[in-house]
């Protein structure tokens, strides 16, 4: 994404809250990494026996040529997470960021893939990229790149990343880059953790499996042994793939991939202490937080609307104007009049405590 904007993603982060965060932060290992192509960086060059990092070893190193990286930032910073669960709203995946600050003239990491997706955001600083072949497509999550195993060969792409440009680099592309200028590079690497449809497909014969028990007898007896003749375990191996092919369900299955994704999420709550009473307000109104993930579900008591962190229960009178607020209506304690007062504003609470909603104006 070619864009003429390069303070495009400065308020996420920069350079000085790189500098701010090594310096006044007591980062443990796997908080600060760094790495350099050549020669390598070890991890007793920046960080102490205690296991925390050496903050003069990692300015030392960083003025030798290495990466600073600061993984998982998301967790600790609040721009940094918010923008992580939206773009989890919009994807369906989860995502997690690194962040990368390498020195002028410097190469953090040699030729590899990753096994997974990635979005890079250039914040400062230029990247000068080469992409090569695609020698494994769509590797699995652990499936890393062997040099080995992959000859390199020549770039089929190269281009310089400017500040506020934005680049895909998709799972099992061959990939390098170096800082590009006489600027330090600053940039955030989106890694996007995808389900599969063989994720999916697992999960489909698993409940078929539930429902017949010919999957869950035992192999047959001496299958290891060298003169083992296979011929009857073909024919029964033949029989589970047709109840495979006639009873798995894609909708069960996805529907349990879609509750465990929205409850493993972080909820949104910012302003949700500090403005603990505002549902008590009179007049107060709400709309649906913006990329709050949810499902509505219900029992014979309650409405439920399941949402990052878990689900929230609700009396079976208020489903009608949890229908409004979920199909981006606004609502208030008028629209839980069938309720008791006590009830009325407990719904209200609720909904604001697990940051379902947000104050509408």
Known sequence: MRRKERKRFREVVGSAGVDEIVANRDLRAGQLDMARSEPPVSPDQYTFETGYIDRGGVAE???QGATIILPQLHMNDAVLGEFCRNMESLLSCQVQTNIYLTPPHNQ?????YDDHDVFV?????????RLYDTPVENPYRGEGFRPEDHPVGEPVEEFVLKAGECAYVPRGLMHDASTHGDEASLHITLGLIVKT?????????SEVALNHSAFRRALPVGFAQPDFDRREAEAYFKDLMTLVAKDARMDSAMDLFVDTFIRSRMPATAGTVAQFDLPQKPGQSFKLRRFAPWRLAGTEKSVV???AGGEVHFPLTAEPALHTLLDGGVISRADLADLPDDEALDVLGKLHAFGIITPAG
């Open 108 to 112: 953090g990491f040699r030729t590899h």
């Open 61 to 63: 190193q960083y003025r």
């Open 197 to 205: 449809w063989a994720d999916l497909m697992l999960e489909a014969v």
């Open 121 to 129: 955001l250039q914040v400062s600083g230029e990247k000068y990229w």
């Open 305 to 307: 609307i399941i949402t």
